[in-house]
Nanobody, 121 residues
């Protein structure tokens, strides 16, 4: 399995920036994709950005041009970042790190614990 630990959320004013981090440990060699989702109160959890092993990325339309996902591979951990700039009140949500991995023919999905991002003046 893959274990995930998130950090970096908080309160920021509109137009400000935050960087979220998610450290993956455990069976990291089996990871295929990493990404960030968010869930606002009363809404579904939606993809914000994803990054594949080959470095290719994809973004929700709401994140394009403002958010950047990146990945840093270390010896026994992998960290995925979400740099969020020009934040808007509608970006307020709980943000979840997501990892999809494949091992011995099975696909696994792991979620981080979630980190609150609040954009407000």
């Amino acid at each position: 399995q893959v274990q995930l630990v998130e950090s970096g959320g908080g309160l920021v004013q509109p137009g400000g920036s935050l960087r979220l981090s998610c450290v993956a440990s455990g069976r990291i060699f089996s990871i295929n994709t990493m990404g960030w989702y968010r869930q606002a109160p009363g809404k579904e959890r939606d993809l914000v950005a994803g990054i594949n092993n080959d470095g290719s990325t994809n973004y929700a339309d709401s994140a394009k041009g403002r958010f950047t996902i990146s990945r840093d591979n270390a010896y026994n951990t992998v960290t995925v970042y979400l740099q969020m700039d020009s934040l808007k009140p509608e970006d307020t949500a709980v943000y979840y790190c997501n990892v999809r991995s494949r091992f011995l023919g099975y696909t696994y999905t792991n979620w981080g614990q979630g980190t609150q991002v609040t954009v407000s003046s």
